[in-house]
């Protein structure tokens, strides 16, 4: 997503396919802080603190349904393999290797907090 909205390719769109899409999609860029901290940016190498983000909302005005991309968080190193027979389960060994498994510390932090509910 971050590609198209980048290229040339959505600016010199037909006027009449970008007046359709938008009509179904409202599609904006939101600028961010992405808070690191010191545990995330020793196990990779990272800076720690408040990194820039650039996050798209895309709305389906049609179906009021919204997804939030967010380039920063792709960089991420991933921690889930693929095995030949299934994903590695990172949990294993007692979650040394998964970063979820230490959410509090080993995943970063949007500037306006997380989103935290019970267990269900």
Sequence with gaps: IFDLMDSSRYS??????????SKIFKVREHPGTLVVSEELAEKYGGLAGERR??????????ITQQTLFNEERTK???TFFDTGVGLDDPTSGGGAACDFCQ???LTAED????????NV
């Design 12 to 21: 010199e769109a037909d006027p009449k396919d970008l007046e359709c899409f």
């Design 103 to 105: 959410w509090e510390t």
């Design 53 to 62: 983000q650039r996050v798209l909302s895309v709305t389906n005005v049609v």
């Design 76 to 78: 991420k190193p991933q």
């Design 111 to 118: 500037e306006w907090g997380r989103v935290e509910t019970a």
